[in-house]
């Protein structure tokens, strides 16, 4: 009797746990049914009582329709030797030089179209020293593009590519942009083709890299890898800037939140000037000058502020026809205040060649204006190999 007792509740839990094991596992592959299930009947808010948000939602989303397309993804590709890396014990036991090794080096950009031509405009880091450019249309065509001008000190590049059924986007005046205005982002960032980024102009006349005579546009929007070369845009669909560079002390160079952008004003003029003249004209004044600093300000006895103080005027230059002289400090140009030597550099060079330039000046601690013809700058003078 016991014995039989024994296997009943034997058996009973090997039952038990065989159920339960099935009850498991059919939940585990959801043969268990679920309960009861209401969704919500709507969403919550009314598009009454977000009208004028619903409004901003559209109008954003009729800005990227229309400027999208004109906005391309280039892909760069150059030939490359390296020196193929060696154990060191086969070069010093087996005697095996470092052989060399031949390859094909990759980067991807961005690239504004700006004329029904197939002019582009983008960096001149994204295209410096490639061997062929390739220009992707955002519907799926693939151009070679061919490298107009290019200019390493305002890091602008014009392509062209021959296409039909092409919109450019017209290029807007940056001196208008004003800090606090909504602007956009397009490009190909870590090649995500078509991106959009939206932000605000954050700050204007930024120094943002070193030995470039540029003035920035700063911005929050996104930019990243790829970007480079892409507009900047603002609520009319105008070219405002051309995305160049971020701020980042990551290792992999990710953006931290601050973006900067060539203005729309030196690209337009680096454009203009390599479609009239095969190359970058840039204007000349034809003087030498240091920062007023305070040391200075104080030994020509005037307050310490901005300008650009001229240590030497060249001969037969337009700053020696207009009557510049050693001592002189330039406080403003057309009316606009002048900060340091760079900021005058940067008025000059993007000046039309022949244009009028007032120039608010102290001279002998008294103001006067001086009105100077800007002329082309010469060719820098080739220097001559040093000798071994």
Do not use: C
Not at 200 to 223: M, N, P, Y
């Amino acid at each position: 009797m016991r014995r039989s007792l024994f296997i009943f509740l034997v058996a009973g839990l090997v039952a038990f746990g065989v159920y339960r094991w099935h009850e498991v596992n059919s939940q585990l592959r959801g043969g268990k049914r679920a309960g009861q299930y209401t969704p919500a009947d709507g969403p919550k808010i009314d598009p009454k009582d977000v009208q004028v948000l619903s409004e901003i939602d559209a109008e954003y989303i009729r800005l990227t329709q229309a400027v999208v397309p004109s906005v391309v993804s280039i892909t760069t590709s150059r030939h490359v030797v390296r020196n193929q890396r060696v154990d060191l014990f086969e070069f010093l036991f087996q005697h095996r030089a470092p052989q060399l090794q031949e390859g094909t080096e990759h980067s991807l950009g961005s690239g504004v179209i700006v004329s029904r031509e197939g002019h582009i405009i983008t960096n001149h880091h994204v295209v410096a020293g490639m061997d062929t450019i390739e220009v992707q249309l955002t519907d799926g065509r693939l151009e070679p593009a061919q490298l107009i001008g290019t200019d390493e000190q305002t890091d602008i590049a014009v392509l062209k590519i021959n296409a039909d059924k092409i919109e450019p986007l017209a290029l807007g005046d940056s001196d208008r942009v004003k800090v606090g205005q909504l602007v956009f982002a397009i490009g190909n960032p870590f090649g995500l083709q078509e991106t959009v980024t939206q932000g605000i102009i954050s700050a204007k006349g930024r120094r943002a890299v070193a030995d470039s005579g540029v003035e920035f546009l700063q911005t929050d929007a996104a930019v990243n890898q790829g970007n480079s070369g892409g507009p900047l845009l603002n609520l009319r669909g105008e070219i405002i800037g051309i995305n160049s560079a971020i701020f980042s002390r990551s290792e992999d160079g990710a953006w931290m939140g601050i973006s900067f952008a060539i203005p729309s004003n030196v690209a337009r003029r680096a454009l203009e000037s390599v479609l009239k003249t095969g190359r970058i004209v840039r204007g000349y004044l034809g003087v030498s000058m240091v920062d007023l600093s305070p040391a200075i300000a104080a030994e020509l006895g005037v307050t310490a502020g901005d300008g650009a103080v001229i240590t030497s005027v060249l001969p037969d230059s337009p700053a020696e026809k207009a009557g510049l002289k050693a001592r002189d400090i330039i406080r403003s140009v057309n009316k606009r205040a002048v900060k340091d030597t760079l900021a005058l550099r940067s008025h000059v060079a993007e000046s039309d060649i022949g244009a009028r330039m007032e120039l608010g000046v102290i001279r002998d601690g008294k103001e006067q204006t001086i009105t100077a013809v800007i002329a082309e700058a010469p060719a820098p003078v080739p220097q001559p190999a040093p000798q071994r």
